[in-house]
């Protein structure tokens, strides 16, 4: 069974900096793309970033660019969001996200597993 699990996240205040943490069980890490998804109070689930299986190829939304960096280490089976310059907008669950291939993609269809979500509040 497939375990995607989160840390790192927390209350934190507007322009501080804050490290994500996803630990995948149970499927080849290193064949899959990973990603982080996050859902604000009262508006959908909107994709954020994405790695590929080797780490080499990324893609974010627009609105994280030059403030979050995914990053994967295949020896840990983990994946991480660093996020700096956080700002209020940023505050909601994260999901972290296990692709169906090892190429990145935006939609929901190319994902196959989620973790359960980690809170991340930013304060003004």
């Known amino acids: 069974q497939v375990q995607l699990v989160e840390s790192g996240g927390g209350l934190v205040q507007a322009g501080d900096s804050l490290r994500l943490s996803c630990t995948a069980s149970?499927?080849?890490?290193?064949?899959?793309?990973m990603g982080w998804f996050r859902q604000a109070p009262g508006k959908e689930r909107e994709f954020v970033a994405a790695?590929?299986?080797?780490?080499?190829?990324?893609d974010y939304v627009d609105s994280v660019k030059d403030r979050f960096t995914i990053s994967r280490d295949n020896t840990k089976n983990t994946v991480f969001l660093q996020m700096t310059n956080l700002k209020p907008e940023d505050t909601a669950a994260y999901y972290c996200?296990?692709?169906?291939?090892?190429?990145?993609?935006?939609?929901?269809?190319?994902?196959?597993?989620w973790g359960q979500g980690i809170q991340v509040t930013v304060s003004s």
């Open positions: 996200a296990g692709g169906r291939a090892n190429y990145i993609c935006r939609p929901d269809s190319c994902w196959t597993y």
């Open positions: 149970g499927r080849t890490f290193s064949s899959y793309a």
């Open positions: 790695v590929d299986w080797s780490g080499g190829s990324t």
